[in-house]
């Protein structure tokens, strides 16, 4: 059974920086995309950053220039460094791994940016 597990959320001031990190287990299979999302309290779930399994990467407007997205391919892992952070970043990030066909979601990390 494949688990995706975030770790690294917590409370930053505004400014401060945080870095997030998803490790994938279970699974046999080579994984595809990753990509850390994030949901508000009453907003949809969106796209912040990904990586291809070819490397490629694309982000959100709002944090390019400030987030940058990196994948271990050896260990599985993803990771989300956050830096610059304003207090609009505030959400549950979460990581999501394609495992071929299967979209695998960790269960979500707090990010809280005070001003």
């Known amino acids: 059974q494949v688990q995706v597990v975030e770790s690294g959320g917590g409370l930053v001031q505004a400014g401060g920086s945080l870095r997030l990190s998803c490790v994938v287990s279970?699974?046999?299979?080579?994984?595809?995309?990753m990509g850390w999302y994030r949901q508000a309290p009453g907003l949809q779930r969106e796209s912040v950053a990904t990586i291809s399994s070819g490397g490629i990467t694309n982000y959100a407007d709002s944090v390019k220039g400030r987030f940058t997205i990196s994948r271990d391919y050896g260990k599985n892992t993803v990771i989300l460094q956050m830096n610059s952070l304003k207090p609009e970043d505030t959400s549950v990030y979460y990581c999501?791994?394609?495992?071929?066909?299967?979209?695998?979601w960790g269960q979500g990390t707090q990010v809280t940016v005070s001003s």
């Open positions: 279970g699974s046999t299979f080579s994984i595809n995309s």
């Open positions: 999501k791994a394609a495992v071929i066909t299967t979209i695998c």
